[in-house]
């Protein structure tokens, strides 16, 4: 339906190693968002990507889209202790503020 | 400062007595969403408002009222709360940037329901 999968449901990496979050979606998306919520905080927008097979980076954060439009993928290079916390996909109905989020992925950083 | 209020953060009340939850917002964005937050479900959008005077049912409306009768005010409103809406609500207001709506999301508001 409207639900997009999020996978994994946890990750735990030792710091400096590299992390990815997966979104997917039966359905054609018009458009795919992530969001950072740090432990005990509220989410932030990171990003939205829009185009099919586009591809965005933010400093060690690359962010994809599918081409098919039915994906998009969060990776993070050489993790970080302030990259701790839980990473969300959202998508809209197309034409409205009808917000559908992935059940998020929650990343612990080892130092 | 550019931001998403809500008031109060925690709330600890009983099942059956009528609470408001506030939402204020000072970026003069047109659209407002209340969220609810559960372990294992992720973020639930429960009302959203495209306009003042105009909202809509989100995925999980039922036991929630919201209002929004000027541009910067969405509160939401629990008629008769139950145990089940125990939960973190936020409140968030949207910007319809290059082709869709980013959330900007307020601290959120822990409601207990006894």
């Known amino acids: 339906g409207q639900q997009v999968m999020q996978i994994p449901q946890y990750q735990h990496v030792q710091e400096g190693e590299d992390f990815t979050t997966y979104c997917n979606s039966s359905?054609?998306?018009?458009?795919i968002q992530w969001y950072k919520q740090r432990p005990g905080g509220h989410p932030v927008f990171l990003i939205q990507?829009?185009?099919?097979?586009e591809v965005k980076k933010q400093k060690r954060l690359t962010f994809q889209f599918g081409e098919a439009k039915k994906n998009s993928s969060l990776h993070i290079t050489a993790t970080q202790t302030t990259d701790v916390g839980t990473y969300f996909c959202?998508?809209?109905?197309?034409?409205?503020?009808?917000?559908?989020f992935g059940t998020g992925t929650r990343l612990t950083v080892i130092p | 400062e550019a931001q998403v209020t809500q008031n109060p953060r925690y709330l600890i009340t009983v099942t059956g007595k009528k609470l408001t939850v506030t939402c204020s917002q000072n970026?003069?964005?047109?659209?407002m969403s209340w969220y609810r937050q559960d372990p294992g479900l992720g973020l639930r959008q429960i009302y959203y408002?495209?306009?003042?005077?105009?909202?809509d049912k989100g995925d999980v409306p039922e036991g929630y009222k919201v209002s929004r009768k000027e541009k910067r005010n969405f509160p939401l409103i629990l008629e008769s709360p139950s145990p089940n809406q125990t939960s973190l609500y936020f409140c968030?207001?949207?910007?319809?940037?290059?082709?869709?709506?980013?959330?900007?999301f307020g601290p959120g508001t822990r409601l207990t329901v006894t």
């Open positions: 968030a207001s949207s910007l319809y940037a290059a082709g869709a709506y980013e959330q900007y």
């Open positions: 359905t054609t998306l018009s458009n």
């Open positions: 990507l829009v185009k099919s097979g």
């Open positions: 959202g998508r809209d109905q197309t034409g409205a503020n009808n917000l559908f």
């Open positions: 970026m003069n964005h047109e659209y």
């Open positions: 408002s495209m306009n003042v005077e105009v909202t």
